[in-house]
């Protein structure tokens, strides 16, 4: 496990918020230097901590919807595992892969423009693993909030310029170097505008030649359009002690007053780190980091006290390997 200092608590912080932050811009927060910063987050990487930074891309812009589908597995061994993993990686429909402990074992993120594609990746995916899906749930994500740790430093919450993405956001036509230019920061946020434009050059699909003020341009119009609405991290929690549980939220129905309520309560808890609105067999996730189970209950039974008539059932997943986070590549 990693020991993290201070200076490492408020690095995190101020990346967890947004991850294209300077090594400048960095160093003035923590009253630092640049080099220091530089090398702190560089160890933090090779020490395995930071597995990604990543760009929150409204897919429903660019077209597309995030399907979500959740597998328990039966009679798959470690080696029949790794290759199921193996090829998903492969599969350029497939965005997000996760390990679960619980009710199922195998999470999915599926980024489609219609439910055919959907159909015939799980269609293709069922002819190549046979008798090896026990049970399958499907759904689709209709919204999501995008949260800071409040746990890193400072123990509060800023819900001010949250990140998110929407299925049903007005399209926004992206032409090719838009294209280039989203999925290379989708890959790495931290990627800088001149590395952006070097590879934009190398590229087929781009005739022509763009600079790195062009490219700062570009990324700075998607902003204002909200096609990009924040850069994160994705941390190897248990490096630091964290357990991280995916949180599967029934409701006895929606009423609104009460589900304004039950988001808020949620978006300000220090530990919630998303909360999607998904249509499915139950109506909410919510991703939780803590400490210990005891933590874990605790916000479980909050949630059951505060929220008794609203929340029905609460069924709780614990993630424990990421192998593919993605949300767009174009």
Same mark, same amino acid.
């Given at each position: 496990?990693?020991?993290?200092?201070?200076?490492?608590?408020?690095?995190?912080?101020?990346?967890?918020?947004?991850?294209?932050?300077?090594?400048?811009?960095?160093?003035?927060?923590?009253?630092?230097?640049?080099?220091?910063?530089?090398? &702190?987050?560089? /160890?933090?990487?090779?020490?395995?901590l930071?597995? $990604? +930074?990543?760009? !929150? %891309?409204?897919?429903?812009?660019? =077209?597309y919807?995030?399907?979500?589908?959740?597998?328990?597995?039966?009679g798959?061994?470690?080696?029949?595992f790794?290759?199921i993993?193996?090829?998903?990686?492969?599969?350029?429909i497939?965005?997000?892969?996760?390990?679960?402990e619980?009710?199922?074992?195998?999470?999915?993120?599926?980024?489609?423009?219609?439910? &055919?594609?959907? /159909?015939?990746?799980?269609?293709?995916?069922?002819? $190549? +693993?046979?008798n !090896? %899906?026990?049970?399958?749930?499907? =759904?689709?994500?209709?919204?999501?909030?995008y949260?800071p740790?409040?746990?890193?430093?400072?123990?509060?919450?800023?819900?001010?310029?949250?990140?998110?993405?929407?299925?049903?956001?007005?399209?926004?036509?992206?032409?090719?170097?838009?294209?280039i230019?989203?999925?290379?920061?989708?890959?790495?946020?931290?990627?800088?505008?001149?590395?952006?434009?070097?590879i934009?050059?190398?590229? $087929?699909?781009?005739?022509?030649?763009?600079?790195?003020?062009?490219?700062?341009?570009?990324?700075?119009?998607?902003?204002?359009?909200?096609?990009?609405?924040?850069y994160?991290?994705?941390?190897n929690?248990?490096?630091?002690?964290?357990?991280?549980?995916?949180?599967?939220?029934?409701l006895?129905?929606?009423?609104?007053?009460k589900?304004?309520?039950?988001?808020?309560?949620?978006?300000?808890?220090l530990?919630?780190?998303?909360?999607?609105?998904?249509?499915?067999?139950?109506?909410?996730e919510?991703?939780?980091?803590?400490?210990?189970?005891?933590?874990?209950?605790?916000?479980?039974?909050?949630?059951?006290?505060?929220?008794?008539?609203?929340?029905?059932?609460?069924?709780?997943?614990q993630?424990?390997?990421?192998?593919?986070?993605?949300?767009?590549?174009?």
């Amino acid at each position: 496990m990693i020991k993290l200092n201070v200076t490492d608590r408020r690095i995190l912080e101020i990346l967890d918020a947004n991850s294209r932050s300077s090594y400048n811009e960095i160093a003035k927060a923590i009253r630092s230097i640049p080099e220091t910063v530089r090398y &702190r987050v560089q /160890k933090l990487i090779n020490e395995g901590l930071v597995y $990604k +930074f990543y760009t !929150v %891309i409204d897919t429903g812009k660019l =077209g597309y919807a995030l399907y979500k589908t959740f597998f328990k597995l039966q009679g798959v061994n470690r080696k029949e595992f790794e290759k199921i993993i193996k090829y998903l990686n492969t599969q350029k429909i497939v965005v997000w892969i996760v390990r679960f402990e619980g009710k199922y074992d195998l999470g999915l993120t599926l980024r489609c423009e219609n439910l &055919r594609d959907v /159909k015939d990746f799980l269609d293709s995916l069922g002819n $190549k +693993f046979p008798n !090896v %899906i026990q049970e399958r749930t499907f =759904g689709i994500n209709i919204f999501s909030q995008y949260l800071p740790r409040g746990y890193l430093y400072s123990e509060k919450k800023s819900l001010t310029n949250l990140k998110g993405y929407s299925s049903d956001s007005k399209r926004v036509k992206i032409d090719s170097l838009g294209e280039i230019v989203l999925s290379t920061l989708a890959e790495n946020s931290r990627v800088t505008c001149k590395e952006i434009s070097t590879i934009v050059n190398n590229s $087929k699909k781009y005739l022509g030649t763009i600079t790195p003020e062009a490219i700062s341009k570009r990324i700075a119009k998607y902003e204002k359009e909200e096609v990009i609405s924040g850069y994160g991290i994705v941390l190897n929690h248990s490096l630091i002690g964290q357990l991280q549980y995916k949180i599967l939220i029934y409701l006895n129905s929606i009423e609104e007053k009460k589900l304004k309520e039950f988001i808020k309560f949620s978006s300000s808890h220090l530990r919630v780190q998303y909360i999607i609105r998904v249509l499915s067999p139950w109506d909410y996730e919510i991703t939780l980091e803590v400490e210990n189970i005891k933590q874990l209950r605790e916000f479980k039974e909050a949630l059951q006290d505060k929220f008794s008539k609203l929340v029905k059932n609460i069924d709780i997943l614990q993630i424990t390997d990421y192998f593919k986070y993605n949300l767009v590549s174009l």
